[in-house]
């Protein structure tokens, strides 16, 4: 079946626009996560919805970032302003429950802040 | 906070040979714990994952790790490495009050095997 799909999977913008990323989560998964992963590092936590709403946005750096689900299926995370510290390769994750649920990965955005 | 970390960044080992990645990690009650590879251009992919339990846990690939409370452990291994398996690998620990489920990754092993 299908697994968790990323759109695009390149995206180059320059310093201050507005980007939107992507994730078509497995479907039937109520849980969907979204992490960044920097070069050379691990994923970092992000935000985490169940169903539509956002229950954990603790990972967003700031209020440049924002992420939506509205029907309880497809997100978009959504970066204003941004700056080139912002590029890294964002993973969106989806399951079916929550704690201890596997998490499903798609391929990531890798986005370049130029 | 609850933290993970793999103190080898980077690991060659021959073809054939056995392998073990290390895993330490920070957290209050009993955690969940997981390995995921990540190969280049391919999404993570869970290995194997241990919740309660037998402490030595079976995945795919023929990996297996061994949860060890005394000393904050959860290492990973396989007795013969394949050419196939040079990748990054993750461990993670779910993490969050009210079980949502998130996960607080190592900064990952990169591992290279020699033919």
Redesign the interface.
């Known amino acids: 079946g299908a697994?968790?799909s990323q759109t695009p999977s390149n995206k180059v913008t320059e310093k201050g626009k507005y980007v939107e990323l992507r994730c078509d989560p497995i479907s039937g998964h109520t849980?969907l996560?979204w992490?960044r992963q920097s070069l050379?590092?691990?994923?970092?936590?992000l935000i985490?919805f169940?169903g539509t709403g956002a229950?954990?946005d603790?990972?967003l750096p700031n209020d440049r970032f924002f992420a939506v689900r509205p029907e309880g299926s497809v997100s978009t995370l959504k970066i204003q302003r941004t700056e080139r510290g912002d590029s890294a390769v964002y993973?969106c994750?989806s399951?079916l429950?929550?704690?201890?649920?596997?998490?499903?990965?798609?391929?990531?955005t890798r986005l370049t802040v130029t | 906070a609850q933290s993970v970390t793999q103190p080898d960044i980077h690991i060659t080992v021959s073809e054939g040979a056995s392998l073990e990645l290390r895993c330490n990690y920070s957290y209050g009650a009993t955690p969940y714990l997981f390995w995921y590879v990540q190969s280049p251009g391919q999404g993570l992919q869970l290995l194997l994952k241990y919740f309660s339990g037998d402490t030595l846990v079976q995945g795919i690939k023929g990996f297996e790790a061994e949860f060890k409370r005394s000393q904050s452990s959860f290492n990973l291994r396989k007795p013969s490495v394949h050419w196939s398996d040079a990748a990054e690998y993750f461990c993670a620990v779910a993490s969050g009050s009210g079980n949502t489920g998130k996960l607080i990754f190592g900064q990952g092993t990169t591992l290279q095997v020699k033919p």
């Open positions: 697994g968790v849980a996560y992490y050379g590092q691990g994923p970092e936590f985490y169940q229950a954990d603790s990972g993973l994750a399951s429950g929550t704690s201890g649920a596997e998490q499903y990965f798609g391929p990531g």
